[in-house]
């Protein structure tokens, strides 16, 4: 999706250093660039956070807010479950190829990505949890990601700033009593209380994967591809991973071809790999981004998300 034109011989710098294992800003092929992550971007959702992967003005940006509210079921819907729903869209601002209509195939891509990674018992979150009254009301989690600036892997940054947004989630307290109608049947009814100190974490938040994307540059591959990398990219693979190392989803995209069969598994190994020391790397952050906002706590309001440091 990159809409960088690079010349011919730029095309070719970049192609020669990857398969001697040189990348153009000197990281080697499996190398990442550095992090920046916030949580508590939003004061009215339930879970927020905004996640930087590379550095300010050449890093891609996302920006996720979670907002929980109550459902009714409905029949045909399952019984005892939560929900969860994705939206992404890309700002126009973030590249020129967005403007207008031009981002509605990429919101569709990233939306249903992200979907195929959270519903489902393969993300961690147990829906079971979010079930109030089985047949009768349930939490629905609204997870709308917006992408400020691209840089290369949105993707990985779409999910380090979702699962931060995810974790950061905490749900009012919902007491459920049975009481009897006139006619002496038992029904159960629910309150939830409207008390801001008076929250749950959303359980299960820590079980969800982290993604990997490898991009494929002439006879080698990439992770964490810049915007350069990404304009002479062949094929790309994104397989998210659990914290047990289970491999959750894979998606595959890309311009021209797929990986070759015989380095599919070498893939799946290293990516196993790199998830585990994505994960480790992703709870320092994720630990400095509450310490940071604890911080924050008793410095007067802005009133914007956007005025704070990051």
Same mark, same amino acid.
């Given at each position: 999706?990159?809409? $960088?034109?690079?010349? &011919? ?16 800003? !000197?990281? !080697? ?16 959702? /339930?879970? +927020?956070?905004?996640c930087r992967i590379g550095n300010l003005g050449v890093g891609t940006d996302v920006l996720v807010g979670v907002k929980a509210e ?10 005892? $479950?939560?929900? *969860? #729903?994705?939206?992404?869209?890309c700002s126009p601002s973030a590249a020129q190829e967005f403007e207008g209509r031009g981002a509605e195939e990429i919101n569709v ?8 990674? $959270? ?23 609204? *997870?709308?990601?917006?992408? $400020? ?5 949105? #993707? ?11 974790? +950061? ?15 002496? /049947? ?22 969800? &994967? *982290? ?10 591959? #990439?992770?964490?591809? +810049?915007?350069? %990398? ?7 693979l994104t397989v998210a991973v659990s914290p047990a190392m289970e491999i959750c989803a894979i998606q595959k995209g890309g311009m021209?071809? !797929?990986? &070759? ?7 799946? %190994?290293?990516?196993?790999? *790199?998830?585990? %020391? ?20 008793? %410095?007067? +309001? ?9």
């Amino acid at each position: 999706m990159a809409s $960088l034109i690079l010349s &011919p011989a730029e095309q070719d710098y970049i192609i020669r250093g990857v398969e001697s294992g040189f990348r153009a800003d !000197g990281r !080697g092929s499996l190398d990442r660039r550095e992090v920046s992550l916030r949580t508590g971007m939003i004061s009215q959702a /339930n879970g +927020s956070a905004r996640c930087r992967i590379g550095n300010l003005g050449v890093g891609t940006d996302v920006l996720v807010g979670v907002k929980a509210e109550v459902n009714s079921w409905t029949p045909g819907e399952p019984e005892d $479950l939560g929900s *969860i #729903v994705c939206n992404v869209e890309c700002s126009p601002s973030a590249a020129q190829e967005f403007e207008g209509r031009g981002a509605e195939e990429i919101n569709v891509e990233l939306t249903q990505l992200l979907d195929r990674i $959270l519903n489902g018992p393969q993300s961690g979150l147990d829906l079971k949890k979010l079930c109030i009254i089985p047949k009768q009301a349930y939490w629905v989690l609204h *997870i709308d990601a917006l992408v $400020l600036d691209v840089k290369g892997s949105i #993707v990985d940054t779409l999910v380090w700033a979702t699962r931060a947004a995810l974790m +950061s989630t905490s749900l009012p307290r919902v007491v459920v009593e049975t009481i009897s109608d006139e006619m002496g /049947n038992m029904q159960a009814e629910f309150d939830v209380v409207d008390d801001p100190e008076d929250l749950t974490p959303l359980e299960g938040a820590k079980n969800l &994967p *982290i993604s990997v994307t490898f991009s494929q540059i002439g006879k080698r591959y #990439v992770v964490d591809a +810049s915007e350069q %990398e990404e304009a002479v990219t062949q094929a790309k693979l994104t397989v998210a991973v659990s914290p047990a190392m289970e491999i959750c989803a894979i998606q595959k995209g890309g311009m021209f071809r !797929g990986f &070759p069969p015989s380095l599919l598994a070498e893939i799946l %190994e290293t990516a196993q790999r *790199i998830a585990r %020391e994505e994960l480790t790397r992703f709870d320092v952050h994720y630990a400095q981004a509450k310490l940071h906002l604890s911080s924050q706590a008793d %410095e007067p +309001s802005t009133g914007s998300t956007f005025l704070v440091q990051f």
